[in-house]
């Protein structure tokens, strides 16, 4: 049974920093994207930035670009999400996912495969 756990989410004020983690078992994604999406109350889900594993070639959305920055742990199966310079606005509910396969849009929601349960980031202003 393949999971992802998400932790790391808090309460923090604009211009703070935080770090979210996922962890995964039950299966490799050797050819895979892990990516974090989030969800802010009555907006649809949105991507926020992906990386390639194994490959190590990232993607982020505009709204995070130069203020997050995702990377991953092979031997430990974990895939990390630095936030730093947080604002109002990153406050959301975020999602860790994994795709199987490379190729595609990795902005696709439904392309992914596995998803965690959430982690909640609140930043006040």
């Known amino acids: 049974q393949v999971q992802l756990v998400e932790s790391g989410g808090g309460l923090v004020q604009t211009g703070n920093s935080l770090r979210l983690n996922c962890t995964f078992s039950g299966r490799t994604f050797g050819n895979g994207i892990m990516a974090w999406f989030r969800q802010a109350p009555g907006k649809e889900r949105e991507f926020v930035a992906a990386v390639r594993w194994g490959h190590g070639t990232t993607y982020y959305a505009d709204s995070v670009k130069g203020r997050f920055t995702i990377s991953g742990d092979n031997a430990e199966n974990t895939v990390n999400l630095q936030m730093t310079n947080l604002k109002p606005e990153d406050t959301a509910v975020y999602y860790c996912?994994?795709?199987?396969?490379?190729?595609?849009?990795?902005?696709?929601?439904?392309?992914?495969?596995?998803w965690g349960q959430g982690t909640q980031v609140t930043v006040s202003k």
């Open positions: 996912a994994a795709r199987i396969y490379y190729g595609g849009r990795h902005a696709y929601i439904p392309d992914y495969n596995y």
